[in-house]
């Protein structure tokens, strides 16, 4: 199988889920490793790779969708349920800036008071103060559709919306593990897998850049795993490759309801090997400092080729992510492993040719 596996990756081809499913639970380290390269050479230089500072604003912590993996969320009304003004938001992003930062993401959760023209309202001055200076990632996918049901419109209408008011990009996380199973088991409130798509879908039309996010390591079959690249990889084929990036980090177990352990840094690049080999339609695979420090590095030779150093997460923190700002220390992880970290700009807004 292995060999099977080595010609068809070496001749550009794709490998099937059941060739996916082998290759993690029978090959070796070395093996995933150098598909992984194999794959990564086909859009990176070997040696190479990008980052850039960023952090993660969390406007909110209200959310009604209590899902049992969370340890950030409030209910409505309940003691540190908070939601944050413009002024305390442009503080936080000037201390972003501060430390060289040059994008934020905004991630909340399913407050039930905000409107659409809520969002509109706070990307429309965001971008009036900051311009193109800043890139900004508005609300992931699931925070989109939460707000567009709450709203009653659309979520081709939301999306339009948000793009109108200045908003780039829209970020795939909320993401999880993009399988029904799962989510009826820890966050049935949230949505369906089929939703999700529709919505990733109308962000796209709308003109909006989008990214693909995965987290592994609650306790996820290996067929929910794979269902979730092959959803995935399809997608991404039915709109030309579109989506801009996909990330993959690993659940944080601390202060939850789920509980349960982390998986450790092995298990984490073999994976990230794995989604580099299979989704063959992505340009970017990113690894996560965020949930892996200093050692998510490595995953650059596991074939990631970039990288955010995050400045500030609350719902990873709160879950026991730990972020430190010696982003020396962390590139010259990277550095020794060979590699050339070269600070990036935006990446161009990738979207399908019909949008
Ligand atoms: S993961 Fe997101 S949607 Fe789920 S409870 Fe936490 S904040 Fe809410």
Same mark, same amino acid.
């Given at each position: 199988?292995?060999?099977?596996?080595?010609?068809?990756?070496?001749?550009?081809?794709?490998?099937?889920?059941?060739?996916?499913?082998?290759?993690?639970?029978?090959?070796? *380290?070395?093996?995933?490793?150098?598909?992984?390269?194999?794959?990564? +050479?086909?859009?990176?230089?070997?040696?190479?790779?990008?980052?850039?500072?960023?952090?993660?604003?969390?406007?909110?912590?209200? %959310?009604?969708?209590? %899902?049992?993996? %969370?340890?950030?969320?409030? /209910?409505?009304?309940?003691?540190?349920?908070?939601?944050?003004?413009?002024?305390?938001?442009? @503080?936080?992003?000037?201390?972003?800036?501060?430390?060289?930062?040059? /994008?934020? +993401?905004? #991630?909340?959760?399913?407050?039930?008071?905000?409107? =659409?023209?809520?969002?509109?309202?706070?990307?429309?001055?965001?971008?009036?103060?900051?311009?193109?200076?800043?890139?900004?990632?508005?609300?992931?996918?699931?925070?989109?559709?939460?707000?567009?049901?709450?709203?009653k419109v659309?979520?081709?209408?939301?999306?339009?919306?948000?793009?109108?008011?200045?908003?780039?990009?829209?970020?795939? +996380?909320?993401?999880?593990?993009?399988?029904?199973?799962?989510?009826?088991?820890?966050?049935?409130?949230?949505?369906?897998?089929?939703?999700?798509?529709?919505?990733?879908?109308a962000i796209?039309?709308?003109?909006?850049?989008s990214t693909?996010?995965?987290?592994?390591?609650? *306790?996820?079959?290996?067929?929910?795993?794979? &269902?979730?690249?092959?959803?995935?990889?399809?997608?991404?084929? @039915?709109? *030309?490759? @579109?989506?801009?990036?996909?990330?993959?980090?690993?659940?944080?177990?601390?202060?939850?309801?789920?509980?349960?352990?982390?998986?450790?840094?092995?298990?984490?690049?073999?994976?990230?090997?794995? %989604?580099? =080999?299979?989704?063959?339609?992505?340009?970017?695979?990113?690894?996560?400092?965020?949930?892996? #420090? &200093?050692?998510?590095?490595? +995953?650059?030779?596991?074939? @990631?080729?970039?990288?955010?150093?995050?400045?500030?997460?609350?719902?990873?923190?709160?879950?026991?992510?730990?972020?430190?700002?010696?982003?020396?220390?962390?590139?010259?992880?990277?550095?020794?492993?060979?590699?050339?970290?070269?600070?990036?700009?935006?990446?161009?807004?990738?979207?399908?040719? &019909?949008?």
């Amino acid at each position: 199988m292995l060999a099977e596996i080595e010609a068809t990756v070496a001749q550009g081809g794709r490998i099937d889920r059941s060739q996916a499913a082998w290759l993690w639970t029978q090959a070796d *380290d070395a093996d995933l490793q150098r598909l992984a390269t194999t794959v990564r +050479g086909r859009f990176h230089p070997p040696d190479q790779a990008t980052y850039l500072v960023m952090a993660i604003l969390n406007y909110t912590n209200v %959310c009604v969708a209590k %899902c049992d993996y %969370c340890a950030f969320y409030a /209910l409505p009304g309940q003691e540190g349920a908070y939601l944050l003004d413009f002024d305390t938001l442009r @503080a936080r992003i000037d201390a972003v800036v501060g430390l060289g930062g040059t /994008l934020v +993401g905004f #991630n909340g959760g399913f407050h039930p008071d905000l409107r =659409v023209a809520d969002y509109a309202e706070l990307f429309r001055r965001i971008r009036a103060h900051y311009g193109d200076s800043l890139s900004v990632y508005g609300l992931t996918v699931a925070e989109l559709m939460f707000v567009a049901k709450v709203s009653k419109v659309s979520y081709d209408e939301a999306a339009a919306t948000l793009r109108e008011a200045g908003l780039r990009w829209i970020t795939g +996380g909320g993401a999880e593990i993009l399988e029904d199973g799962f989510r009826r088991r820890h966050s049935p409130l949230k949505y369906k897998v089929d939703d999700y798509y529709r919505a990733q879908q109308a962000i796209l039309d709308a003109g909006l850049g989008s990214t693909a996010t995965m987290v592994i390591g609650f *306790d996820e079959t290996l067929d929910e795993r794979l &269902a979730h690249l092959e959803r995935l990889r399809d997608f991404q084929d @039915a709109n *030309d490759g @579109a989506l801009a990036s996909f990330l993959c980090w690993t659940y944080k177990p601390w202060h939850t309801e789920l509980g349960g352990h982390e998986v450790g840094t092995r298990e984490y690049l073999r994976w990230l090997a794995l %989604c580099r =080999v299979f989704l063959d339609n992505f340009v970017h695979v990113r690894t996560s400092v965020l949930t892996r #420090n &200093a050692a998510a590095l490595e +995953g650059l030779r596991w074939g @990631a080729d970039d990288f955010d150093l995050p400045t500030e997460d609350e719902v990873t923190q709160k879950a026991g992510a730990t972020v430190s700002h010696d982003f020396a220390r962390i590139l010259d992880h990277g550095r020794a492993l060979g590699l050339e970290l070269v600070h990036r700009g935006p990446w161009p807004l990738r979207l399908p040719r &019909a949008a």
